[in-house]
C-alpha cells in the first residue's frame, strides 16, 4: 500500500518532467533529466516507463496524422514526378542564364567596383573637405595675423592671437601646422613688444625735437586768448563806465605798450585753431599702450614711459650756457619746457592710468625749482632792462600758459618780484648812463627863448610857472638849463618803463602804485643823486657850472610834485592813500646842492691855494716893496668877478633870495678864512727858518689889503665887520693873526706878557706857541741881517737892544709854553 502510494505520489511528478522536457530548449533538458535520478532509487524505472508509454502516444498520434495526410502525399509525390522534368529543363535555363549572367556582370562588376572606388574617393574627398574647412579659418586668421603684422596694426595682431589661441588652434591642435602656429606666436608677440617699443623711443625722440614748436603753438594760444580776455574786459569796461585795469589809465601816447612780447604770427589771416593733436602724433603711445595691455605687461610700459620722460624732463630743463644773453635763448627754453608738459597734460586726460595726476605734480614741481634756479641765475647776468622786461613777460605768458593746464605757477609770480628788483637795477644802470649823457651834453647856463613856439615847447616838457617871466618880453630866458626839463623827461620814461614790468602781474593799482614810487625813489636818490654827485665833483666843472647846477636842482625839486601827479594819473591812487609812499625829491635835490655848495668852497680854496703857491716872498729883505704882492692883487680880482656869478642864484622866491645870500656869503667868508689860514701857514711853515722885519712888514702890507678887501664888502648882506673878522679869528687854532702881526709892528711883548690870560688882554687870543715860533724865526732873521750888513763892525747899540729884548721874551714865551704843557 505504502509503495502504490509512492508510485501514485511520483507519477505525476513524471509528467511534469516530461513536460518540461517537451516544452524547453534541449539546453536545458541536462537539469531535468539530473532530477530523475536523484529521487528514489526505482525512479529511473518508473520513469523510463512512463517515457515509453508516453511514446507510444506519441506515435499514436503521429500515425493518426500520418494517416490522415496521407493521401495529400502521396497526392505531392505525383504532382513532384510529373514536374521533375519541367525541373530540370527549368534547371538547364536557369544554368544557362546565370551563366549569360554572369558573363554580362563582368562588366557591371567593373563598373560597380569603380563606382565603389569613386564613392570611396567621394567620401574622402567630403571628409578632406570638412578637414580643410575646419582649418581654413585658421589659416585665414593667421595669414590675416601676417597681413596685419606687415600694416604694423599690433594692435589688431594680438587680438587676431587671442582669437587663434582661445577659438580656432582648439579645433584644429592635432595637426602639425598648428603646433608649428602656435609655438611662433610667443615669437611674434615679442617683435610686436620690440617694434612697438621702437616706434615709442621714436615717438619719444620726435617729441623732444619738436618740443618747442608746441610749446610756441600753447604759448601764442594763450597769448591771444588773453589778449581777447583784455579786450573783451575793457570793452565792458567802456560799457559800464568802469575804469578797473592799470592799462586803461595809461596815456594815449603809451598805450602801445604791449602784453607780452611776441611771437611772430606764422598766418594772421589763419582761422584753423592747432592743438596739439595737431601737431603731434599720440598713435604710438596709444598702440604701444595697448599692446602692453593687451599682453598684460601693463606696468613695464608705464614704468619705462616715465622714466624715459623724466630724463627728457631734465635735458628740457637744462638751460644753455648763453641763455641771458639773447631773448630768444630765454624764448626756446620756455617753449621747450611748455611743450613737454602740454603732452604730458595730453597723455594725462586721454590715457588711463599711463600718467596720474600725482606724477605730472610731482614732475612739475621738480621741473619749477629748476626753472626758478636756471631763472634767478640767468636773470643776474642780463644787463638789458629790454632783455630781462621780455624775460618777464616770457615768464608771465609761459606761467599763464601752464596755468591753463592746471599747473600751480604761484612761485613764478613770487620769482618775478625778485627779477623785479634785478629789472629796476638794470634800469637804474641804464638810466645813469642817460644822466651822464645828458649832462655832459648840457651848457650849464640858463635856457635862451626868442618867441612864444620855443616858450611851449619847453614849457611843454617841464612844468614851470614863473609869472615874471611870462610877463618879460621875447628874448627871455628860463632859469634853468636844458639838463632840466630832459632829466623831467627822463624820469618820466623810467616810470613808464618800471610800469611796463608790473603790467600783468595779477597785482592791484595800490601795489603798483607803491612800485612805482619806490622805484622811482631809487631813481632819484640813488642814481640821480649819485650822476649829480659825481657831476660835481668833476675837475672840468667850473664855479659858473656848479652855480647852474644849484638853480637846476632847485626847479627838479620843485617838479616832484608834478611827477607824483603824474604817478597818481597812471594808478589812480589818491596821494592822501595812507600807505602811499611820498617821492624823497626834496632830500635828493637839497643834498645836491648842499654837495654843489660845497664844492663851491672847496673850488674857491683850491683856487686861492693856487694863488698863494704863486707868492714870491723874500724872507730876508731889509725893507717893503710899500705895495702889495702881485699874487694877492691878483687873487683879489679873480675874486670879485667870481663872487659877482652868485647874483646869477635863483631869487624869484623869498626863500630863493635867502638861499642864494647864504651860499654867497658863506662862500666868501670860506674864502676869506681860507686866505687867512693860508697866510698864516706861509709864515709857520716849519721849513721857513727865519723871517726878516721888512719881510715882516712886506707881509703886514698884504694883510691889510686883505682887510680892504673885505671892508669893500664883495657880497651883501654881511653885518658889519664880520668878513673883516675872518683875517683876525682863526676857527681851528683860535690864534689871531692880526693882532699877532700888530704884536709884531709895534714890537708891544710887555704889554703880551703882562696881560696874557686876563679877559680884558689885548692880545687874548694870540697864542704863546704861534708867537714863540714866530718870534724865533724874526730873531734869526735879524741875526742873519745884521751880519750880512756888518760882518767885521760891532752891532748897533738899538740892534743889540732889540735882539736881547727878543732873547728874554722868547724865554718868556718859553716858559710859558712849558707851564701851559704841564697843566694840559
Not at 582661445?166 to 592635432?174: C, E, G, H, L, Y
Not at 625813489?521 to 649829480?532: A, E, G, I, P
Not at 663872487?643 to 642864494?660: G, I, K, R
Request: charged content about 25%; hydrophobic content about 35%; aromatic content about 10%.
Amino acid at each position: 500500500m505504502a509503495e502504490n502510494g509512492d508510485g501514485l505520489g511520483t507519477v505525476p511528478e513524471h509528467e511534469r518532467i516530461l513536460q518540461e522536457i517537451e516544452s524547453t530548449d534541449t539546453a536545458c533538458v541536462g537539469p531535468t533529466l539530473r532530477s530523475v535520478y536523484d529521487d528514489q532509487p526505482n525512479a529511473h524505472k518508473k520513469f523510463m516507463e512512463k517515457l515509453d508509454a508516453c511514446i507510444r502516444n506519441h506515435d499514436k498520434e503521429i500515425e493518426k496524422m500520418c494517416n490522415f495526410h496521407h493521401q495529400g502525399f502521396v497526392d505531392a509525390i505525383t504532382e513532384l514526378l510529373k514536374v521533375r522534368t519541367d525541373a530540370e529543363k527549368l534547371k538547364v535555363q536557369v544554368t544557362e542564364t546565370n551563366r549569360r549572367f554572369q558573363d554580362a556582370g563582368k562588366e557591371v562588376i567593373v563598373q560597380t567596383e569603380d563606382i565603389i572606388r569613386c564613392r570611396i574617393q567621394q567620401r574622402n574627398i567630403t571628409t578632406v573637405v570638412e578637414k580643410l574647412q575646419l582649418c581654413l579659418p585658421v589659416l585665414e586668421m593667421y595669414s590675416k595675423l601676417k597681413e596685419q603684422m606687415s600694416a604694423k596694426r599690433y594692435y589688431s595682431a594680438l587680438k587676431t592671437m587671442e582669437q587663434l589661441e582661445n577659438v580656432f588652434f582648439p579645433r584644429v591642435s592635432q595637426y602639425r601646422f598648428c603646433q608649428l602656429m602656435i609655438e611662433n606666436l610667443p615669437k611674434l608677440r615679442e617683435d610686436i613688444k620690440e617694434i612697438s617699443m621702437s616706434d615709442l623711443k621714436d615717438f619719444l625722440e620726435s617729441i623732444r625735437k619738436h618740443s618747442d614748436k608746441i610749446g610756441e603753438t600753447a604759448m601764442k594760444q594763450a597769448q591771444q586768448q588773453k589778449i581777447f580776455n583784455v579786450a573783451l574786459q575793457k570793452q565792458n569796461n567802456v560799457k559800464f563806465g568802469k575804469n578797473m585795469y592799470i592799462n586803461d589809465r595809461i596815456p594815449e601816447e603809451r598805450n602801445e605798450v604791449e602784453l607780452k612780447p611776441g611771437f611772430e604770427e606764422e598766418d594772421e589771416n589763419e582761422e584753423e585753431v592747432l592743438t596739439v593733436q595737431d601737431l603731434v602724433d599720440f598713435s604710438p603711445v596709444y598702440r604701444c599702450l595697448h599692446i602692453y595691455s593687451v599682453l598684460g605687461d601693463e606696468e613695464t610700459f608705464e614704468n619705462y614711459y616715465r622714466k624715459q620722460r623724466k630724463k627728457q624732463a631734465r635735458l628740457v630743463l637744462q638751460p644753455q650756457s648763453n641763455m641771458h644773453e639773447t631773448g630768444d635763448g630765454y624764448r626756446r627754453y620756455f617753449t621747450q619746457i611748455v611743450g613737454f608738459f602740454v603732452v604730458e597734460d595730453h597723455i594725462l586726460h586721454v590715457t588711463q592710468g599711463l600718467v596720474t595726476r600725482a606724477y605730472t605734480d610731482e614732475l612739475w614741481n621738480m621741473a619749477l625749482s629748476k626753472i626758478i634756479a636756471v631763472l634767478r641765475a640767468h636773470s643776474s647776468y642780463c644787463t638789458d632792462p629790454d632783455l630781462v622786461l621780455e624775460l618777464k613777460n616770457l615768464i608771465v605768458i609761459f606761467a599763464d600758459t601752464l596755468q591753463g593746464y592746471g599747473f600751480p605757477v604761484n612761485r613764478l609770480f613770487d620769482l618775478l618780484f625778485e627779477i623785479r628788483d634785478q629789472y629796476n637795477e638794470t634800469l637804474l644802470k641804464k638810466w645813469a648812463g642817460v644822466f651822464r649823457d645828458i649832462f655832459e651834453e648840457d651848457n650849464y647856463s640858463p635856457i635862451p627863448i626868442v618867441n612864444e613856439e620855443e616858450y611851449k615847447v619847453v614849457i611843454s616838457k617841464f612844468p614851470f610857472q614863473d609869472p615874471d617871466l611870462e610877463k618879460q618880453s621875447f628874448p627871455k630866458k628860463f632859469p634853468m638849463s636844458q639838463s632840466v626839463p630832459h632829466i623831467y623827461i627822463q624820469v618820466k620814461e623810467f616810470i613808464y618803463a618800471s610800469l611796463k614790468f608790473s603790467e600783468s602781474l595779477h597785482r592791484s593799482s595800490t601795489e603798483i602804485d607803491d612800485m612805482l614810487r619806490k622805484s622811482t625813489n631809487l631813481l632819484l636818490t640813488r642814481t640821480l643823486s649819485s650822476c649829480l654827485l659825481n657831476l660835481i665833483r668833476k675837475p672840468h666843472i667850473g664855479l659858473t657850472e656848479l652855480v647852474q647846477i644849484i638853480i637846476n636842482t632847485t626847479h627838479l625839486e620843485q617838479a616832484c610834485k608834478y611827477l607824483e601827479d603824474f604817478i597818481t594819473n597812471i594808478t589812480n591812487i589818491s596821494q592822501e592813500t595812507v600807505h602811499t609812499t611820498r617821492l624823497y625829491g626834496l632830500s635828493t635835490f637839497k643834498d645836491a646842492r648842499h654837495a654843489a655848495e660845497g664844492e663851491i668852497y672847496t673850488k674857491l680854496n683850491q683856487k686861492i691855494d693856487e694863488f698863494v703857491q704863486l707868492a714870491d716872498y723874500d724872507w730876508t729883505m731889509s725893507e717893503p716893496d710899500g705895495r702889495a704882492s702881485g699874487y694877492l692883487m691878483d687873487l683879489i680880482n679873480f675874486l670879485r668877478s667870481i663872487f659877482q656869478v652868485f647874483t646869477h642864484l635863483p631869487t624869484n622866491s623869498s626863500d630863493h633870495a635867502a638861499m642864494s645870500g647864504k651860499v654867497a656869503q658863506t662862500a666868501c667868508m670860506s674864502a676869506c678864512q681860507h686866505l687867512s689860514t693860508s697866510l698864516m701857514q706861509m709864515l709857520l711853515d716849519s721849513e721857513l727858518k727865519q723871517i726878516s722885519m721888512g719881510a715882516v712888514q712886506q707881509f703886514n702890507l698884504d694883510v691889510i689889503q686883505c682887510e680892504l678887501f673885505a671892508s669893500s664888502e664883495p657880497v651883501p648882506g654881511f653885518q658889519g665887520d664880520t668878513l673883516q673878522l675872518a683875517f683876525i679869528d682863526l676857527r681851528q687854532d683860535k690864534t689871531t693873526f692880526r693882532k699877532l702881526l700888530d704884536l709884531f709892528m709895534v714890537w708891544d711883548w710887555s704889554t703880551y706878557l703882562a696881560d696874557y690870560g686876563q679877559p680884558a688882554s689885548k692880545y687874548l687870543r694870540v697864542n704863546p706857541n704861534t708867537a714863540l715860533t714866530l718870534l724865533e724865526k724874526v730873531h734869526r732873521g735879524m741875526k742873519d741881517t745884521s751880519k750880512k750888513n756888518n760882518i767885521f763892525a760891532q752891532f748897533r747899540k738899538n740892534d743889540r737892544d732889540k735882539q736881547k729884548l727878543i732873547e728874554t721874551v722868547v724865554k718868556q714865551l718859553r716858559s710859558l709854553v712849558n707851564g701851559m704843557s704841564q697843566h694840559t
